[in-house]
């Protein structure tokens, strides 16, 4: 897929700052069993169980992760970000609707409800539902979320991976070039074999699911321990290398804001 480039991506950052966006990462502990927040960023259970295990690649270093809501700009989506503990979902909203981005683990509908109701929206306002891949940290509660948005909102997922996701009604199979709610699908396939991540080119966002992880600030590669083709993981870095954006957000561990897809590039020729 041909590559987007945005011009002076640093003045955009900067620029993105007065204009005071926003994104939610929003989270809630599973369990007492699961890592609490201060666990290793990039240990991810295990889909058949809560065992983690780290990465093994190496970090990529970018700008430092924040702890608290950070406001960019553009004519993208706001955000605002929240910690589940070890996973995280997304809204990303504008214009008075949102699109959710992964649900976290069961029981985690009325976390996004709180967080839709932080930044003034509710569950009518959700317009779209997407699952970056199958696993249950990532979509176990698709059921929650679509039960309480309006009826029959539209959810989406990777080809490989939608019959494996549990809902009220048919998603819609989405890959590269598709566009949800302003946002452009990127397959990436490798943790899952329909593994896709969103890019807000607007923004200059990438939401990475499990394709990429957020380890000491920077960016480290899928984990190898819960990828089912780790050689076609480490491809689909390479293939995100391909795409501009200044702020990486994961399914495990902290926001990157800043120098984005320089990081994945540096990563991407350590992949072999």
Request: charged share 15%; proline share 6%; with cysteine.
């Amino acid at each position: 897929m041909t590559a987007h480039r945005l011009v002076d991506r640093r003045l955009l950052l900067r620029d993105m700052g007065k204009a005071g966006l926003a994104l939610m990462v929003l989270g809630v502990a599973a369990c007492s069993e699961e890592p609490t927040e201060n666990a290793t960023p990039t240990e991810e259970p295990d889909p058949s169980s809560t065992a983690g295990a780290p990465t093994t690649s190496p970090p990529s270093t970018a700008g430092e992760a924040p702890t608290s809501s950070s406001a960019l700009t553009g004519a993208g989506h706001d955000w605002h970000r929240v910690d589940l503990g070890f996973v995280s979902a997304y809204i990303l909203y504008r214009n008075g609707e949102a699109t959710v981005v992964d649900t976290g683990v069961d029981g985690s509908a009325m976390s996004i409800e709180s967080g839709l109701g932080q930044v003034g929206l509710g569950w009518g306002d959700v317009s779209g539902l997407i699952v970056t891949h199958r696993h249950p940290d990532h979509q176990g509660s698709v059921q929650g979320v679509l039960a309480n948005t309006p009826p029959d909102t539209p959810w989406h997922a990777g080809a490989a991976d939608l019959d494996a996701i549990t809902a009220p009604h048919a998603g819609q199979a989405v890959g590269d070039g598709d566009v949800v709610g302003g946002l452009e699908i990127i397959e990436s396939p490798g943790h899952t074999a329909g593994h896709i991540c969103v890019l807000d080119t607007a923004s200059g966002i990438l939401v990475a699911g499990d394709a990429l992880n957020g380890e000491n600030g920077g960016v480290v590669g899928p984990n190898p321990g819960f990828s089912d083709d780790i050689d076609l993981a480490n491809a689909s870095v390479t293939k995100l290398a391909g795409f501009d954006y200044e702020v990486v957000l994961f399914g495990h561990g902290e926001p990157v804001l800043e120098g984005g897809s320089t990081a994945v590039t540096d990563l991407a020729a350590t992949l072999g």
